[in-house]
C-alpha cells in the first residue's frame, strides 16, 4: 500500500500531466529554496571561493607586469 507522500506526490504528477504549456512553464519556475550543507561542504566551498579569488588575483597581476 502507498505512503501518503507517496500518494500526494503522484497525485501532483498527474495533474502536472494536465496543465497547459505556460501554465507548466509557471509552475516549473518556481524558486528553491536554499539547500541544507553541512559546515564541512560549506567550508570547502568558501575555500574554493578564496582559492578562485587568488587565482583571479595573480592572473591579473601576471597580465599588468607582462604589459610593464
Known amino acids: 500500500m502507498a505512503t501518503g507522500s507517496a500518494q500526494k506526490s503522484g497525485g501532483r504528477e ?3 500531466a ?5 501554465q507548466l ?8 529554496p536554499r539547500a541544507r ?3 564541512s561542504t560549506a567550508a570547502l566551498l568558501w575555500a574554493l ?3 578562485v579569488t587568488v587565482l583571479g588575483a595573480l592572473v ?7 604589459l610593464g
Open 14 to 16: 498527474q495533474l502536472i
Open 18 to 22: 494536465y496543465l497547459e504549456r505556460d
Open 25 to 32: 512553464a509557471a509552475e516549473r519556475s518556481a524558486p528553491l
Open 37 to 39: 550543507l553541512r559546515r
Open 49 to 51: 571561493r578564496v582559492a
Open 60 to 66: 591579473v597581476y601576471t597580465f599588468l607586469v607582462s
